[in-house]
């Protein structure tokens, strides 16, 4: 009897067949993206003939057939969905657009908004209202929903979205319009928010119950397509779908919740590499997925993937649980080029399938990541895909040559040198930064790298990360269809319970668990699954109070006594709060959010078998192969397949196999596991590129140096951004975002920043500055200070300004920076904005420049003195420490940096980080007419008198300068309206990146 996992993807359908007690075998296919059930059909027939049967009799022996599929992630991105009709609360039609309020780009004023999947015209509104105690204010209007459901049913709607407001308390409303929805209209697919995810947070409620009708009818009619194709045949087993939050499902339930299929195949390699850590003895693992357009990294903890409730894909939310896969635009087919300040970069542009790299021969012109291997002589021209494909190495060299060599100066070994490194110090920052995001140290995991072009790159990413191991699955090259034969039934249930922990009625608690428990159960035991393999598991959101994002921890004994289970409650989030964040507000409030539970059905499990062991000491060599590492040296070639377990190959050196290429660098070494698998030992001694760089560096650094820096110092400001927004208490700063971080250099130059508002971020190197002047050269290491005056480079009150100094050896070389709008600083109004202030002293406290930490010790004194002043001192000071947070954790980072690369050069690289930017605005303001420009705007008054307000601005232009003069504009007035220099300052250099290109690095340059 045979297990089959199925992985429909882009390019290629990947298929893996499994029986107890022997090797797996592993089949691809085209895939057929019109009919994927096409290409599926096609690797069945392959894969039964390879088995000598006929397709029928393959079928027939089939205990289990599990399918993943890209069916419902493509309708969604390539938006080929269905035409759905939306009902929501009376008034609130318009949250699909309004979303959550932010822009995902601040700076750019072109970008277009995400076209909602259902417009307007097709977005109706019931009357009913439902209160957020669960209680009914305005009954449902059923002749009126009769009304608007025949008008979308005239328009032609496929499917139906309904979303209520606080129906996640009381559903009675929904259930109701799902009723009448049936009587009229049977058979038509329907989502109700309240049974596609029963929770907190509309819009999050809202996008992913829209996203669920809008793929539903279409993966619904793709799986009838295939039933059609599979019912000529006898099929023995199960036919399961994957599912995104690494279970199984039927194909009925994973119709009736099409949302969560949407990262199916992703899913499955992650699977994958969880089963294969535990085949090895790897338990925690970053799973490092690199293809041919992007690169998915997720994390894998005590033998279980992360799992997240907050996804973006095609431009939507997705808030069922999900393997947390965090993707990025870094894969082989990842376009290189030099943009105009002279800074390589990698991605996220690719060369796609067509015409994909220059070397395909098939069009394309510009050089990728596997164009770069190539010339480097790590792929074998004539075996790639097994030899189903040639690429052309002239192409390459020539693409490389052109399009980065010649305008960066370099040979093009130099070049395509570049391009590898370049693109793996991308993907080590991401896993760096998902790594804070989830409050884990990478350098104490094991790396598991697959897909096709990871080979070559996991070393390096390895490297960087201070990661010593990498495992490269046997199967890597179809290790999602591989991990389906890994996993299990699995459904996940929620219910949004909002309440403080002290107080609440755990009798209610007790209920809502048992009704989960007991639904999930039911299901399992319905679709035949014995009671002992049976597993659940229960869980809480939970968050302190004001805050925004939730952190789940296990739910303790619910049957202990009550004081008992409320303190092992209370401490279980207290000490998950610390692991994430490194620590906890032990006097703030906790609240319950949302209530899960998961219940797991246990399949059978198809394991390899290990292989048997061969002569390990007798290596044979498939070929010797020219290399470039920094000049030519003969390296060794193995095929993967002819090497036995225990076999040791010592870098330089390629292994390869029909669809994996993988190197091995010099200091490093590979064993085969007893699975088949390589073991890469990476050597994290003094060898790595930025050492090797360092020793050897120029006056001016090299362009690889340049664009790695870059790199780092850019996720340094991000992960100081995400510190800020996970462990802020306030609304303001946690939902709105109404912060800025940033680096500075010893002069207050802007280095680098994170997200940021654009009002912020040109003002701080002039709070830098002031703090830098007022203390001198008593600044020390550990000190940390503190201000909000405007006259010292703040903007207005409420946004207080944390500074961090950084020294290395003695000698101050860089600032973090933090600055962040407090919902309150005193004054007379709550939250600052006092309409009418005449004064400063009368809109909050002025901080001044002041040490907030002296050597390292915190400055009590001036916290108590901060604390008085303003109205809600918890939330104030829960905030401070989130401000403070995020500038330890880049004073860490930095200092990780200056121990890389070493001073001198790292300061000559951003040095020439700044002029690069600064030639590339210089640059185009120079294709502007040279001239005198004006213009106006007028504010209508200042609270006090009835006049207009001009602002003027003469903009001058001469050559490639630029000059902003508002010296014309109206004198100070009597209202809070007037703007400070570093705020004016910040607003004219945000006014340059709103017209700059998208790609300009966001620098003093």
Known sequence: ??????????????????QEGRPPRYFKTASTPNDPSEGLMTGLNDAASAHGLSLEDFLASADMIIHGSTVATNTLVERKGAKVGLITTDGFRDLLEMREGLKEDRYNLRMTPVEPLVPRYLRAEASERVLADGSVKVALDEDALNAVLDGLKDEGVES??????????????????????????????????SQVIPQIKEFDRLSTTVINSYVGPVLGRYLESLQERLKSFRQAGDFLIMQSNGGVAPIEDSHRLAVRSILSGPAGGVSGAAAYGRLVGASDIIAFDMGGTSTDISLIEDGEPHLSTEKFEGGWKISVPMIDIHTMGAGGGSIASVGPGGIMKVGPESAGALPGPASYGKGGELPTVTDANLALGYLNPDNFLGGSAKLQKDLAEKAVAEHVAQPLGLSMLEAAEGVSTVVSTSIAEGIRLMSVQRGVDPRRFTMLAFGGAAGLQAGKVARQLQV???????????????????????????????????????????????????????????QGVPEADIEISVSADMRYLDQIYDVNVPLPDLHQDPETLLSQWAANFHQRYRELYSYSQSEQEIRLVTLRATVVGRLPKFDPPPLDSGNAKTLKEKARRSIYLGGWTEAPVYEIGDLPPGSLVNGPAILESDFTTVLIEPGDSATIDPYGGIELKVSLEATGEATDRAATATDRPDPVTLAVVEHRLESIALEMTEVMLRTAMSQILNSSRDFSTCILDADCQLVAQGEGIPVHVSALP?????????????????????????YFGGSHLPDITIIKPVFHEGKLLFYGVNRAHHSDVGGGTHGGYNPRATEIFQEGIRIPPLKLYDRGVPRDDVLQMLSANVRQPENFLGDLNAQIGSVMIAAKRIAELLDSYGAGPLLAAVEEILAATERQVRQFISEWPDGVYHGESLVDDDGFDNKLIPIRAKVTIAGDSMTIDLSESSPQVTGFINSAYANTRSLAHAAIMYIAPADLAKNEG
């Open 1 to 18: 009897m045979y297990v089959i996992g199925i992985d429909v993807g882009g390019t290629f359908t990947d298929f893996v067949v499994a």
């Open 468 to 526: 010593e191991k990498v495992i490269i699955p046997a199967a890597a090259a179809v290790l999602s269809a591989h991990g389906m034969l890994s996993t299990d039934l699995k459904y996940d249930y929620s219910r949004s319970y909002p309440a403080a922990l002290v107080g609440i009625d755990l009798d209610s608690v007790k209920k809502i668990v048992a009704n989960m428990e007991t639904e999930g159960r039911n299901k399992l035991l319905g």
């Open 766 to 790: 002039v709070a830098g500055a002031a703090v830098r002047d007022y203390f001198g050269d008593s600044m020390a290491e550990g000190d940390l200070f503190i201000l909000n005056d405007p």
């Open 160 to 193: 139906l979205a309904v979303c209520f407001l606080f129906s996640y308390l009381n559903p009675a409303h929904e259930d109701r319009v799902g009723e009448i929805i049936q009587a009229k209209f049977p058979g038509m697919y329907t989502s109700l928010s």
